[in-house]
């Protein structure tokens, strides 16, 4: 599948996800706090509906929902500029979801560039609840994606 394809389907289905929004199976919503994501990347999800990296500078929106598809929970979604790259910025979208038979959270990451010179997908990675007084924003130059 072409990679723009592959990424528009990926949006449609985050944004499906988004607009959903129904009673779910008793399963908990994310909560405010500082969240490690696969040991890739450290985010703080605030009260306001917003997040920012503590370990890398981005940062968006982030929205709770019941699980209507296989148990999705949440979603984060924004973007990032990086250094010396002039072809606009990198984007993130997360989606967050509880593996049957499993108590733990696990996420989705698609993650790339506006012009399409950087593409990922993720998939499973742990998250982890840190703490609730998150940590800063990190204030750095990013001069990779936030999955590279």
Not at 64 to 77: C, E, K, M, Q, S
């Amino acid at each position: 599948m072409h990679p723009a394809l592959k990424m528009g389907f990926s949006l449609l289905a985050i944004q499906y996800c988004l607009i959903q929004g129904a009673a779910g199976a008793g399963l908990k919503p994310l909560k405010p706090g500082q969240y490690n994501i696969g040991h890739i990347q450290q985010i703080c999800l605030k009260n306001d509906s917003t997040w920012y990296g503590t370990t890398f500078n981005f940062g968006g929106h982030w929205v709770n929902f019941p699980a209507t598809l296989d148990r999705v929970v949440g979603a984060i979604y924004g973007n990032y500029q990086i250094q010396d790259h002039r072809h606009g910025f990198g984007n993130s979208a997360i989606t967050f979801s509880k593996p049957a038979k499993n108590t733990s959270i696990g996420a989705n990451w698609y993650d790339w560039f506006d012009d399409l010179s950087y593409e990922a997908y993720v998939t499973e990675q742990l998250v982890e609840f840190v703490k609730t007084d998150c940590d800063p924003p990190f204030t750095g130059q990013n001069t990779k994606a936030a999955t590279g």
